[in-house]
């Protein structure tokens, strides 16, 4: 079975073409750039957290169509909510809540659950200096590429 | 709402009407079987077989018998490679090639290297040019084939076949040049450019798909790779596509026709949108050969900009491809613009124009336009467009 370009549903397309909170957050609390542009895409996520929340959520993306709009309903979906929350939101929930993505498109999802992971772990680095923090980035931004590679 | 302007015809290419109705008769009433020598059904199929046998000779200045009919290019492309390399087997067993090579060449020299053939994949430079130079020091008393194609699909380079020829022909080495991307579109003369194979395409010039063309040299030793009743010569059996062979004849018939027209138009098309966008849109960037390129070919890298998310916001005003179809929903970037050298960030910010018959300067300005507002916002979003702006 083949997709194409012209299969994308209603949200997809809504989000790739007014993408949400697009841009930078000045004095961020928690950043993260994730996937690489030689594998054709690369997400910067930056948050501000205020009182256990992600009072703001921004990105910039490089990337296919699917990969704007999985970064775009990505911050529209962990704005507002606890830290401890953060975790329930995965790959599969960024695509479904993009009523679903096309098999070769998964890793887009991946790339912004990748994102989130790492963004937080910036912001527990900077929180609590000198603690370990799980390297939950580097595993995640792994199975990135072998999402990315089986995927097609 | 209408449907996008099509500017993919290096993918393929629409059937034109006098092509249609030259196809039609085959399929109800003239049905018969070119093999069939015992009625007049068979007389009929046999001759529009020969009627387009000799249009497409023609157009690359070829005998009829010289033609020998298959499913399409990549067909045509192995039957020349591996039946070229199994003839020269007792001669040795090293063939030449060149990076930037359709699949259906470079998967069947692959497949023949895992057989035992040495390959030499030579380079190109950074236009995509291979250095007729190269291959005559890649050749050694082992040699016997060369495979360099006429034009690339997604550069529309054209190589310097005629100077390669000259070199193959001097050390006796048979040489196979896939033209399907340039037959139909540049002039394409067997004997000026020494060539002994030649792969067409139907689908490439305004004719149906599944049906292509190898022209085989007189007296050049070839070993079949479909084997049966021994039609074409005992080169490629099967009983003969009759339906979709007179409309490649039909195809090639206008082709050689319009070509000297058609040529410079879709030259200036191509300028003209080469112009607009470079005019409107900074950090854009020519892939490929600014001389010796197909009419209609352009190739351009927009920086900071993921080439399918650009073709998403054109989805409704161009047909367009990034890097070779084949490529398109793959993760790489393109391995033709990798071979010249283009990093691969800006490998998946490539976008491969096909201008054809249909284009006008209306929906080379209308792409333009749009273009330069697709790009523009997207790289509003982009991560990198921000950090190449001076702070």
Redesign the interface.
């Known amino acids: 079975m083949?997709?194409n370009?012209?299969d994308?549903g209603e949200i997809v397309l809504d989000h790739?073409e007014n993408?949400r909170n697009?841009g930078?957050i000045d004095g961020a609390d928690g950043v993260a750039?994730v996937g690489n542009?030689?594998?054709?895409?690369?997400?910067?996520l930056s948050l501000r957290i205020r009182g256990g929340v992600v009072a703001e959520a921004r990105f910039?993306?490089?990337?296919?169509?699917a990969?704007?709009a999985a970064s775009s309903m990505t911050t529209v979906l962990i704005q507002g909510m606890k830290l401890e929350d953060l975790d329930r939101i995965t790959n599969r929930s960024v695509a479904d809540a993009l009523g679903g993505l096309p098999p070769?498109k998964l890793?887009c999802s991946v790339l912004a659950e990748d994102a989130i992971r790492e963004a937080l772990a910036d912001y527990r680095r900077r929180a609590a200096p000198g603690e370990p923090v799980e390297p939950s980035g580097a595993r995640a931004a792994m199975g990135t590429r072998e999402t990315?590679?089986t995927g097609? | 709402m209408p449907r996008p302007i099509y500017m993919d015809h290096h993918a393929t290419t629409p059937v034109l009407p006098e092509v249609r109705d030259a196809m039609l008769p085959f399929f109800t009433e003239q049905f018969g079987n070119a093999s069939s020598v015992t009625h007049v059904y068979g007389k009929e199929a046999a001759d529009a077989i020969e009627e387009a046998r000799r249009s497409i000779a023609d157009l690359i200045g070829a005998a009829p018998a010289e033609i020998v009919f298959t499913s399409g290019a990549t067909e045509s492309d192995n039957l020349a490679i591996r039946g070229g390399a199994h003839a020269g087997r007792g001669k040795g067993n090293h063939i030449i090639t060149c990076a930037i090579e359709h699949e259906a060449v470079l998967e069947t020299c692959r497949a023949l290297e895992a057989e035992g053939f040495a390959v030499t994949c030579l380079p190109v430079d950074s236009r995509g040019m291979v250095d007729p130079g190269d291959v005559l020091r890649a050749i050694h008393p082992g040699t016997i084939l060369v495979t360099i194609h006429a034009a690339n699909n997604e550069i529309g380079a054209l190589e310097p076949i005629a100077d390669i020829g000259r070199i193959t022909r001097e050390k006796g080495i048979l040489f196979h040049t896939d033209a399907a991307q340039a037959a139909g579109r540049v002039p394409v003369a067997v004997n000026g450019m020494n060539v002994d194979l030649l792969s067409l395409s139907a689908h490439k010039m305004y004719g149906p798909k599944g049906i292509g063309a190898l022209y085989v040299r007189r007296k050049v030793a070839l070993e079949p790779q479909i084997t049966g009743g021994g039609q074409e010569r005992k080169r490629r059996s099967g009983t003969l596509n009759v339906p979709a062979i007179a409309g490649f004849g039909k195809a090639a018939e206008i082709a050689k026709r319009d070509l000297p027209a058609e040529a410079p138009r879709l030259e200036a098309l191509r300028d003209r949108l080469w112009s607009r966008i470079s005019e409107r849109i900074d950090g854009v960037v020519l892939n490929g050969p600014a001389e010796n390129r197909l009419p209609g070919n352009l190739n351009v890298t927009f920086s900071?900009?993921?080439g399918?998310?650009l073709?998403?916001a054109l989805?409704e005003t161009a047909a367009l491809s990034t890097g070779s179809a084949c490529a398109s929903?793959?993760?790489?970037?393109s391995y033709v613009l990798r071979a010249l050298g283009v990093?691969?960030?800006e490998a998946?910010s490539s976008l491969r124009f096909g201008l054809g018959r249909s284009n006008t300067e209306d929906h080379v300005d209308r792409v333009a336009d749009h273009l330069a507002r697709a790009v523009s916002r997207?790289r509003?979003?982009?991560?990198?467009y921000?950090e190449a702006r001076p702070s």
């Open positions: 083949s997709w370009i012209v994308y790739y993408p697009v930078e750039t542009p030689a594998c054709g895409d690369l997400m910067k910039k993306t490089f990337g296919c169509g990969a704007i070769s890793h990315a590679e097609v | 900071h900009v993921e399918e998310a073709l998403m989805r929903g793959t993760v790489r970037g990093p691969e960030e998946h997207l509003t979003i982009s991560p990198f921000q």
